[in-house]
């Protein structure tokens, strides 16, 4: 079966520090993966996509993710928070192997990013 | 265009009724997805367009819903009967390609009363 999983409802962290928002997938082929943003009242925005290559990719606002297939994780990852990333962030895998040569996406379930100042 | 635009932004309908949610892509863009929202899930894929035809509506719930893009560009998904658990946000993206990052709209947020 074909999933992804964002264990952590919500994440705060205080403006400044470091942040990481979790997610793990189940795939039977090979994943792609993405994050998305979407802040209140607006439509989900591309923040970066693993399809293969270097584990660690970066993207858009200064995040950045880590593949890991052993684990079967990508983590978002930024090196210093701020109060405007605050958003619901989602997780998104495609399955090569059943996706049929097109972006057909599972989503998880989204995770709320509070930066406190 | 800039953006993938939908109309209306929001919808309220009653129950039995029919709507329909106008999704219009990204200037150029071949494929086009619609993806139903739930509150406080991720995004369920609904359907895939390649062009004028669907290449995918595996996600489509049930014959109620059905989804058109007779020119190549704009779509509209269409729900007859609207029941109470269609309340959702329906979200259409679209990319260049099958393979390349989709960009979503805004939504349209669907409520059935």
């Known amino acids: 079966a074909q999933s992804v999983a964002q264990p952590e409802d919500q994440v705060n962290v205080a403006e400044g520090n470091p942040l990481t928002v979790k997610c793990t997938y189940s795939v039977s082929g090979n994943p792609y993966l993405f994050w998305y943003v979407q802040y209140p009242n607006r439509g989900l925005q591309f923040l970066l996509k693993?399809?293969?290559?270097?584990?660690l990719v970066k993207g858009s606002y200064g995040f950045e993710a880590e593949f890991n297939k052993s684990q079967t994780s990508f983590h978002l990852k930024k090196p210093s928070a701020l109060v405007s990333d605050s958003a619901l962030y989602f997780c998104a895998v495609r399955d090569l192997l059943f996706s049929g040569g097109y972006n057909k996406l599972i989503f998880g379930a989204g995770t709320r990013l509070a930066v406190h100042p | 265009g800039a953006g993938v635009s939908q109309t209306p932004s929001n919808k309220v309908t009653e129950k039995g009724k029919y709507v329909e949610l106008r999704c219009d892509p990204i200037s150029g863009h071949t494929a086009l997805y619609w993806y139903r929202q739930s509150l406080g899930q991720g995004p369920e894929f609904l359907i895939y367009?390649?062009?004028?035809?669907?290449?995918?509506d595996s996600g489509l719930p049930n014959d109620r819903f059905f989804a058109v893009r007779p020119e190549g560009s704009v779509s509209t998904l269409k729900i007859q009967r609207t029941e109470r658990g269609d309340s959702a946000v329906y979200l259409c993206a679209s990319s260049s390609g099958p393979n390349t990052e989709a960009f979503f709209g805004q939504g349209t947020r669907l409520t059935v009363v």
């Open positions: 693993y399809i293969t290559g270097d584990n």
């Open positions: 367009f390649q062009g004028t035809g669907a290449a995918d």
